[in-house]
């Protein structure tokens, strides 16, 4: 008992005693899996050109010899990962030519165990593209590198927010999965699917708060007592809003962004409406509430603002921040309590961008047309200026 | 004698993780690729190991019950140490199959095996579980400091083993899938830690003590103690042949705790007679009367009055004469027994009290001979025989020496002596 004892305990402390020497070594002699291209990308650049990366390619790529996946919207070549796979071949030959995001999110065992962060980390080994990226001929390196940045990293993939849809809670969480993923955080609502891969505290912490609110979670780095995210990871969730907590989408598709930092507020006009007549009512008005599509009730008129924002003194922010509502409060106090009220020139400038009275039925083309005479009537700079363009 | 059933119902009890396990899933997809293997073995030794060492925890009170099932604490003593050993091994085991796994694809994965993270409860756990454990448990089989040391470090292994208790229930595998290997090995550890705070309870709190004084301290040899003890209060009813664990009141000698056999009859003042042996037992003559003594017992199943057999043939070696001194002050002389006693010693300077013992063989019928290793060798059951008639249906009584107890009990099964006939008490493991 006493050899075996012995014995047991020399072979643990010395295997313990290399392994971790060797992983600190490893760790601290600045072994990356550095920038350049992975194998795979060299062998993806060599497909045709136009070649589409899409599920219907990947499952060309189905054995254990030529195995293909997707996991959150990316397409590996895990052929070489096989044979080294902990959790064995099996589980991996199993989503050869599919997408394997939920299986590599629960290791494929309900209720299920994500796999580590060092474990996404070794996806990108075997990178190839995005789903959705064409491939081939010349400029084929794909729109984001091995090393996907950090910063202002437009998503792969527009946001598109379906028309007509209010964004409740119900509705988010129909989108609760890494390939669509919507989250509610601090009262927007974001399609975060595309940043999934790129984050750099790993794919399972948004893909838990997938479908739900994320407020917490995100304030918190989903740790306890936990840290709040930095002020340039608040701003760069802005690519990725949707809309406002139970707001009801317009019909506008186009993704806009609700930042002051936005060099542009774009300047055409949001699409037109539906024919018939509309009413101006509040929740009519709530529909607009944004950069690009901004109605505001002040003093019982309704206003299309979006031409405005980018010559308003007080910046656009201001004003976007009451897209869709009543603004008579802020207007009469330039949006601080006790605040003063705009001039009589301020006042004036708004007769340009009036659509009607609240409570006002009219043509939609009609609104249609005083949106686009206020869009091409330059904004007057506190002057009072009228143009009569009909 | 030690229960049949206790060597099953232990293996029962520590294998019953693997029947589990094995109803969970297949076993081709268990053992289906080295990484699979891997992670079994992984899985099974964790397991069983933690089962052992569980079972292990039972092992340490000095219940009344266990000192009958295992024929003696002493043996009990004995299994708690082996079963130790495995546990140990085992649980080394599991760390390393599992991080082993790791190192074709990333040696850092499998150091990180190693490397307490915090947030990670489990893995935390089990590293320090195991690492107090292997530390403590190197003073057991290695280097062994003084007693009252090692005594404390090993009470600290009920640490070791909370930490894998924690690494137990926190753990993402299949204990925490499966409700019933969950059930189960949450109830082992919660049983074994009842078990902990129960000797705790009795080491610090309460004890079923008999409270005694030192009434003389004398020396048969100068490597031999007799110590004889006065009541404070109800003497202890023991048998002849049975021991108690002494512990003395810390003032002249510190405070641990030690069986000794009584070399008194029931009817006379309690004695021992205590040899040389280590830190405490070579300071034992530095009492004198009047120091508190607790007595702890009795405890035992050597006692020629457990055997129905009348024909027995004791054989002690050196300090293992004191079980069987009892035996012989206590004797009858008219109980119809047919006793062989072989006294065996170095030489008969090594004798204790053998004027008595060779007078008391005299008065009671019982033959006497003092074998001395110097001038015959060491004594063999070839020897025995011719000199014991009625050999082969005698029960043996042996005490003694590990070394020469299983020696002889080896050749004693050669010569043909059936194994339930051959009884022993185990003075140290």
Redesign the interface.
């Known amino acids: 008992m006493k050899k075996a004892v012995g014995i047991s305990l020399f072979i643990f402390w010395t295997f313990v005693v290399a392994i971790v020497a060797s992983g600190l070594t490893m760790r601290y002699s600045g072994k990356s899996t550095g920038s350049q291209q992975t194998p795979a990308q060299d062998a993806a650049n060599n497909l045709p050109a136009g070649t589409k990366l899409d599920l219907a390619l990947v499952s060309k790529h189905a054995s254990k010899d030529d195995c293909w996946m997707i996991v959150g919207n990316k397409v590996y070549d895990v052929t070489g990962s096989i044979s080294k796979h902990p959790g064995g071949a099996a589980l991996i030959i199993k989503y050869c030519g599919k997408d394997g995001t939920q299986a590599f999110a629960t290791k494929d065992i309900g209720p299920g165990e994500d796999h580590s962060s060092r474990a996404y980390d070794m996806l990108k080994e075997y990178y190839i593209g995005d789903v959705g990226q064409v491939f081939g001929g010349t400029s084929a390196s794909p729109a984001t590198s091995t090393k996907p940045a950090v910063s202002e990293q437009a998503p792969s993939q527009p946001v598109v927010a379906p028309t007509g849809v209010t964004l409740n809670m119900a509705e988010i969480s129909k989108h609760n999965t890494a390939k669509d993923c919507w989250m509610v955080i601090g009262g927007n609502v974001y399609s975060l699917a595309g940043s999934i891969s790129a984050h750099p505290g790993g794919a399972d912490t948004i893909i838990r708060y997938c479908g739900k609110d994320g407020t917490a979670g995100f304030a918190t780095k989903d740790k306890t007592p936990g840290r709040d995210h930095s002020g340039n990871a608040y701003d760069m969730l802005k690519p990725y809003y949707i809309g406002k907590l139970n707001q009801v989408l317009s019909s506008t598709p186009k993704p806009s962004s609700t930042s002051p930092a936005q060099p542009s507020v774009p300047a055409t006009p949001p699409a037109p409406m539906s024919a018939g007549n509309i009413t101006l009512t509040a929740a009519e008005v709530a529909k607009h509430t944004t950069a690009a599509d901004c109605w505001m009730i002040i003093g019982g008129k309704v206003y299309s603002l979006s031409s405005y924002l980018s010559a308003h003194p007080g910046g656009a922010s201001i004003i976007v921040r009451y897209c869709g509502q009543d603004g008579t409060t802020a207007f009469a106090t330039k949006g601080s309590p006790g605040g003063s009220n705009h001039s009589s020139g301020a006042s004036a400038d708004l007769a340009n961008y009036l659509i009607g009275t609240v409570g006002q039925t009219l043509p939609a083309s009609q609104i249609n047309a005083s949106i686009n005479q206020s869009a091409s009537t330059p904004p007057a700079s506190g002057e009072s200026e009228e143009e009569d363009d009909d | 004698m030690k229960n049949k059933f206790v060597n099953l119902s232990i293996i029962i009890v520590s294998l019953m993780p693997v029947m589990i396990w094995l109803a969970m899933e297949s076993l081709s ?1 268990r053992f ?2 080295v ?2 293997i891997l ?1 079994s073995i992984g899985q099974l030794t964790g397991l069983v190991g933690m089962a052992l060492f569980s079972v292990n925890l039972l092992l340490i009170n000095r219940f009344k019950f266990l000192d009958r099932w295992f024929g003696g604490l002493g043996r009990m003593y004995i299994d708690h ?2 079963l130790g ?1 495995i546990a ?2 085992l649980l ?2 599991h760390p ?1 199959a599992l ?1 082993v ?15 307490p993270e915090s ?1 990670n409860i489990a893995k935390s756990a089990g590293i320090i579980g195991l690492a107090l454990m ?1 530390m403590l ?2 003073f057991t ?2 280097y062994r400091p003084r007693y009252e040391l090692w005594k404390l470090s090993h009470r600290f292994l009920g640490l070791a083993f909370f930490f894998g208790g924690l690494h137990v229930f926190f753990v ?1 595998s299949d204990v925490s ?1 499966s409700l019933w290997l969950r059930s189960y090995m949450l109830g082992l550890i919660v049983l074994a830690i009842a078990s902990i705070i129960y000797r705790l309870y009795q080491t610090f709190v309460v004890r079923k003590i008999h409270p005694y004084v030192v009434k003389s301290v004398n020396r048969p040899s100068d490597q031999m103690t007799e110590l004889v003890l006065e009541p404070k209060s109800a003497p202890m009813a023991y048998k002849a042949g049975q021991y108690a664990f002494l512990s003395f009141a810390g003032i002249v000698l510190p405070k641990e705790s030690h069986p000794f056999s009584m070399t008194s009859a029931p009817s006379d003042p309690l004695s021992f007679v205590i040899k040389d042996l280590g830190d405490l037992t070579s300071r034992v003559h530095e009492l004198s009367p009047g120091n508190e003594v607790a007595v702890e017992g009795p405890y035992g199943q050597f006692s020629y009055q457990n055997f129905k057999n009348k024909r027995q043939i004791w054989i002690a070696g050196g300090v293992g004469m004191t079980p069987f001194l009892s035996m012989l002050r206590a004797l009858g002389k008219d109980e119809g027994y047919q006793i062989d006693f072989y006294y065996c010693i170095k030489n008969m300077g090594e004798a204790v009290f053998i004027e008595e013992i060779q007078r008391l063989g005299d008065e009671k019928g019982v033959k006497v001979v003092a074998f001395c290793s110097d001038e015959k060798g060491r004594i063999d059951a070839d020897a025995i025989r011719s000199m014991s008639e009625g050999f082969a249906g005698a029960d043996f009584l042996l005490c003694g020496p590990l070394g020469m107890m299983s020696g002889l009990r080896r050749q004693l099964i050669k010569a043909g002596i059936k194994k339930s006939k051959i009884h022993s008490e185990e003075f140290s493991l």
């Open positions: 997809l289906s690729g990484s699979a992670t140490h082996r050993g140990l091994i080394l085991i390393v991080a796994r790791f190192i074709p694809s990333s040696i850092e994965v499998a150091a990180s095996f190693f490397i947030g292997a448990l190197y089989f290695y993402a899938r």
